[in-house]
């Protein structure tokens, strides 16, 4: 009979040793995965798009959004309409610059969400009432998008059937928090919520990505756009979720893709920026479960900090569970390595593993300690959340 610690740590070696072929195995089958390769010879009677972008102090990012939805190869785009939500940088000078007269880009101005609303979904709301295009894509501003961006996103939505749709992109990574943690959370999001699951329309499960959001005209009109989500702390799920469920369910489907080289964004820029950012967001997406998110802190804390913190001290003690620690590190980094190729970030950053994974923990505790009110809302932007 083994011991507990022996049993301990020998289930994670064996969690990781059966997560790897299955990434693997999904990775290879995945039927929701997109690339620029994807991206039509052409598209007759292309139906017409209006991008509506939220920004708020998005001064130093919002040109390189722009800039990229004008070079689009899909000749439909016929409005991107910006709405400035009250800034104060010069994020109003930066979109009249980065639109160079261009006609098709109008902008905005926001006075902030009147009361009962969040900011995003008031500034987008105010951004659609001005849209004619027979489609309507919600794009943040710090989005980075290939030429074909749109052209992909529209094919895919016509093939597939889908009154909506949404991506998760690249991470952009670039100061050391951001190495550590992003490609993590991320693989974990994707963990616990696939696409095969999402798409289904007999399954609870719901992701979105605000960051890329396509939608018929028709479908936003039939479900209440973003004023039947105009309080939530997760618009782009919430949104996602009106769409899946619409009565009849089905009849407004839902889909989400994995893209790869189609667009990228650097979501924060520093620890408090990745801790406001997902901590706003955990217990929201966890519906307020708190046992929920007390698993999930099990989960990271044992599969993802245990094995390392234990190996050394198990040689150390000579003792015979070393071998199932050693293993489950071992399994954890070739695992991680593997992902480089679908989130690429600095290898060393895989050696920070428990790093992350206990900085991950504590920011599912905070966002469950703040959603049941026992700590001041997290601030995002200047506003509480």
């Known amino acids: 009979m083994p011991d507990l610690i022996s049993l ?3 289930l994670a070696a064996l969690y990781w040793a059966i997560r790897i072929p299955v990434a693997i195995a999904r990775a290879r089958g995945n039927a929701w995965f997109v690339t620029p390769a994807d991206a039509p010879e052409g598209i007759v009677d292309p139906p017409t798009v209006s991008v509506c972008i939220p920004a708020r102090n998005e001064e130093a990012v919002i040109a390189g959004v722009i800039g990229d939805l004008l070079r689009q190869d899909y000749a439909g785009i016929t409005q991107i309409i910006v709405v400035d939500d009250a800034s104060e940088d010069g994020t ?11 006609p098709r880009v109008s902008l905005l101005r926001g006075d902030g969400p009147p009361p009962g609303w969040k900011g995003k979904q008031a500034a987008v709301w105010r951004a659609q009432a001005q849209a004619t295009g027979e489609w309507l894509l919600f794009v943040d501003a710090d989005v980075r998008l290939h030429p074909s961006a749109v052209s992909v996103a529209i094919s895919q939505a016509r093939t597939r059937d889908a009154a909506m749709l949404s991506w998760l992109g690249q991470l952009d990574t670039r100061s050391f928090w951001e190495h550590v943690l992003m490609p993590f959370i991320g693989d974990l999001i994707v963990l616990f919520t696939k696409p095969r699951w999402v798409n289904d329309p007999s399954r609870d499960d719901c992701l979105a990505n605000g960051q890329f959001i396509l939608i018929r005209r028709d479908a936003y009109d039939a479900v209440g756009g973003h004023e039947a989500v105009k309080d939530s702390v997760i618009d782009d799920v919430s949104l996602a979720r009106v769409v899946k469920f619409h009565e009849p369910v089905g009849s407004q489907r839902y889909v989400l893709l994995l893209s790869q080289g189609l667009m990228s964004v650097r979501m924060y820029e520093d620890l408090p920026g990745i801790q406001a950012g997902f901590g706003k967001n955990f217990f929201a997406a966890a519906k307020g479960n708190v046992g929920a ?30 071998l199932y620690a050693g293993a489950a590190v071992g399994l954890t980094l070739v695992y991680r390595g593997a992902m480089l190729r679908f989130m690429p970030h600095p290898t060393w950053a895989v050696l920070l ?30 506003r509480d959340v």
């Open 8 to 10: 301990t740590l020998g």
């Open 92 to 102: 109003a000078h930066a979109i009249r610059q980065a639109a160079a007269g261009d």
């Open 293 to 322: 998110m007390v698993a999930l802190c099990v989960y990271l804390l044992w599969m993802g900090v245990l094995p390392w913190v234990a190996l050394p001290v198990l040689l150390a003690l000579g003792h015979g569970a070393a």
């Open 353 to 382: 593993h428990p790093v992350a994974a206990l900085l991950t923990a504590g920011i599912v505790a905070d966002s469950t300690i703040r959603g049941l009110g026992w700590r001041a809302p997290t601030q995002w932007k200047g």
